[in-house]
């Protein structure tokens, strides 16, 4: 059984803050021999903002033609999506932001074309990740983020109760979450509580 | 002293609803006898923030792009409405590529301490969020404030009022909806009116 684990970090700051949270969480899905891994920044993807043109509501796909055209299968053939993002302005970064709006193709496949986004032996069998880091120290900060995460993870057929958040607050400077006292093992504990889950649910 | 109206259009899509949105807004802003201006995030060439934090040390932004004379335009508005549909409950990311831009604004106030806009500056600059909506949800708008709100603290604007419509799937467009149309159109009026107001006491 091979698990296949999509990552995105979202951060346009390299193996900041966000991403430390997100490789933390990944070596320890990577300790199980069945898990199978693929990481990419956000920041090299080269994925435009969606266009609003609404054309996927009529051809069934995007007519951009970017780094988003590889990830859309991608984000359907993976077990688990782990999204790793900072926090901007009180909300997830601009570059984040694009790589949800372009999930506007499952979107309109599921609402519109009333077409199957996974195939439905597959349903209740895929788990979200929600990482995420902020300089700010506010409690409320994630507040706006997640709304967006969650209709990410809706139209690519993750369940509600299927995405699991790891957030912390007040860490702003490069590297300040090392200093963190739990991220670390909450990460780990993660990483792993998901990859038990979704052995089984791939099992059942 | 003629007031100036900036509207930021946020949406790729050009003269959709919330467009319009903006459009009525500017009837009335018009109306009142203000200037108006809009600038469309999607014909200008800017990228996101890089998160380098330069702007914290220097307070300046490393990147010269079509963003930096557009926050000094913002900056000489007396009035700023920024516009953008609701995408997967949030703003586009244009939009949220201009506001993420906006942090050595930021840098500026809160690390260097050489930005400050008074409690005066603040009431006579006043800031408006225009939006629609597809979803019929009330909550479809709550995860864009905290994000305009901040932009509005940064920039110097009071947060003054939202022009929000949702449900544009189900009514075929903001020209069908009873009432938007008309709201913004009069409270671009109004808003104009009251910062003429302040002028003239001062």
Redesign the interface.
């Known amino acids: 059984m091979v698990i296949k684990v999509l990552a995105f970090a979202g951060?346009?700051?390299r193996h900041?803050n966000s991403e430390t949270l997100l490789d933390w969480v990944l070596a320890s899905m990577g300790e199980d021999k069945d898990v199978s891994i693929e990481k990419i920044a956000l920041?090299e993807a080269n994925v435009n903002?969606?266009?609003?043109?609404n054309a996927c509501e009529k051809l069934n796909k995007c007519v951009q033609r970017d780094g988003m055209g590889i990830l859309h299968d991608k984000l359907i053939e993976a077990d688990c999506i782990v999204l790793a993002a900072?926090i901007?302005?009180?909300?997830?970064?601009?570059?984040t932001?694009?790589l949800?709006?372009r999930?506007?193709v499952f979107r309109s496949r599921k609402y519109v074309l009333r077409l199957p986004v996974v195939p439905e032996e597959r349903k209740g069998k895929r788990l979200g990740i929600f990482l995420a880091t902020a300089g700010q120290n506010w409690d409320h900060v994630f507040?706006?983020?997640?709304?967006?995460v969650?209709?990410?993870c809706h139209v690519i057929d993750i369940r509600d109760a299927d995405i699991s958040y790891l957030m912390v607050n007040n860490v702003d400077?490069?590297g300040a979450i090392l200093a963190h006292p739990t991220a670390k093992q909450d990460a780990e504990k993660l990483g792993r509580g998901t990859i038990a889950e979704l052995k089984k649910r791939l099992a059942a | 002293m003629v007031i100036k109206v900036l509207g930021i259009s946020g949406?790729?899509?050009r003269h959709?609803n919330t467009e319009t949105l903006l459009d009525s807004f500017f009837d009335g802003a018009r109306e009142a006898g203000a200037d108006v201006e809009k600038i469309v995030l999607k014909d200008l060439e800017y990228v996101?923030?890089?998160?380098?934090?330069v702007c914290h040390k220097t307070g300046e932004c490393i990147v010269r792009d079509d963003v930096i004379p557009l926050i000094d335009k913002i900056l000489a508005a007396d009035c700023l409405a920024v516009t953008s549909?609701i995408?997967?409950?949030?703003?586009?990311?244009?939009l949220?590529?201009l506001?993420?831009r906006?942090?050595y604004l930021w840098a500026r106030k809160f690390i260097l301490k050489t930005l400050y806009f008074s409690n005066d500056h603040i009431k006579r600059h006043k800031g408006l969020f225009i939006s629609t909506a597809g979803l019929s949800w009330d909550?479809v708008f709550?995860?864009?404030?905290?994000?305009i709100?901040?932009?509005f603290n940064?920039t110097g604007f009071e947060y003054y009022d939202n022009i929000i419509a949702n449900n544009m799937d189900a009514f075929g467009g903001v020209k069908k909806h009873p009432t938007a149309l008309k709201e913004a159109f009069e409270k671009g009026k109004t808003v104009v009116e009251v910062l003429e107001k302040m002028n003239t006491l001062a």
């Open positions: 951060s346009p700051r900041g920041t903002p969606c266009h609003g043109c900072p901007f302005c009180m909300g997830i970064n601009a570059q932001k694009s949800i709006d999930a506007q507040d706006a983020a997640k709304p967006s969650k209709c990410f400077e490069k | 949406s790729p899509h959709g996101p923030c890089k998160g380098c934090n549909p995408y997967s409950m949030g703003i586009t990311a244009e949220k590529g506001i993420d906006a942090q909550n709550d995860a864009a404030f905290p994000a709100t901040a932009f940064g």
